[in-house]
Structure formats: structure tokens, C-alpha cells
């Protein structure tokens, strides 16, 4: 396995950057741009399906419009070239180039208090390094890297 792929593919803190939406090459972001070129111009057969079909689902395509727009733009090149564009005091990506370390659960201090995660996110922190340490970084990456990121 490609080392450099995986760890393109996965923050240091072990989150899927690939299945985020905002990541640069990721698929929700290119299946928005997709989604956005087979819809084209819908906007006026939206009004036109809601009056023919008597359906109001059409009404809120303008704000369906507006997050695929936003999902399709998103531009973030990863944990690892950038500072988080989604947790803007993550603490993960300096503590880990403080470190030196690729992955969270290889650091001596894991689990810390460095991250600044809230809860949530904090015990699903734990329970990805764990899984990596107890598996092994291929294996989770084979096993998460088409799954799920919002879960």
C-alpha cells in the first residue's frame, strides 16, 4: 500500500479528509460539480414542476441550489497542507508537526486534551486511533476510505 496515498487520504488526527465535503478531489465534491452540470438551467422548471405537478418540494429548490453550489466550490487541499477549513482551532495538525508524529495514536500523550474537539468529535477521535493502532493504518484505510464520512 502506498503510504503517501493513506496519509494524503487521512488527517493526522485519522478523519477521512478524501470523504470530506469540502476536500479539493474528493466525491461529494465532484458529485456536486456533476450534479450541477446534468441540472443546467433547472431553476425556472422547478417553478414550472411545482405549478404543473402541484408539488411544493420544487419551492426550496433555490435553497438546494445554494448548498450544491457550496459543496461543488469547496476547495480544501487536506489536513495536511492546510490548516482545518471545518474545525478552525483544531489543534491536531500542529501538535502532530510539533511531534513529528503521522498519525495521533502513535504520540506518547494520546488520548490528550490538544485537540480542542468537542465532545462528539473527541470521542470519535479516540475510537478511529484506536481502531488504527489495533488494526494497523492499512487495514483502516481499505476498510473506511469508500465509507461514510458523516455517519
Not at 478523519?15 to 456536486?32: H, K, M, N, P, Q
Not at 450544491?68 to 469547496?74: F, K, N, T
Request: hydrophobic share 30%.
Amino acid at each position: 500500500m502506498d503510504h503517501k496515498k493513506i496519509k494524503r487520504a487521512l488527517a493526522p488526527c485519522g478523519l477521512s479528509c478524501e470523504s470530506c465535503f469540502a476536500y479539493v478531489d474528493g466525491d461529494i465534491r465532484r458529485a456536486s460539480q456533476r450534479l450541477k452540470e446534468k441540472l443546467g438551467n433547472f431553476a425556472p422548471y422547478a417553478k414550472f414542476f411545482e405549478t404543473l405537478m402541484g408539488d411544493p418540494v420544487f419551492r426550496a429548490y433555490p435553497d438546494f441550489k445554494t448548498m450544491l453550489d457550496h459543496l461543488a466550490s469547496e476547495n480544501c487541499r487536506g489536513c495536511r497542507n492546510e490548516q482545518c477549513r471545518l474545525f478552525k482551532n483544531c489543534g491536531v495538525r500542529p501538535c502532530h508537526q510539533e511531534k513529528q508524529v503521522d498519525f495521533c495514536y502513535q504520540c506518547d500523550e494520546f488520548p490528550c486534551e490538544r485537540t480542542n474537539f468537542d465532545k462528539p468529535l473527541y470521542r470519535t477521535w479516540v475510537i478511529i486511533n484506536e481502531k488504527i493502532r489495533k488494526d494497523g493504518i492499512e487495514p483502516y484505510y481499505e476498510k473506511n476510505r469508500t465509507g461514510c464520512r458523516y455517519p
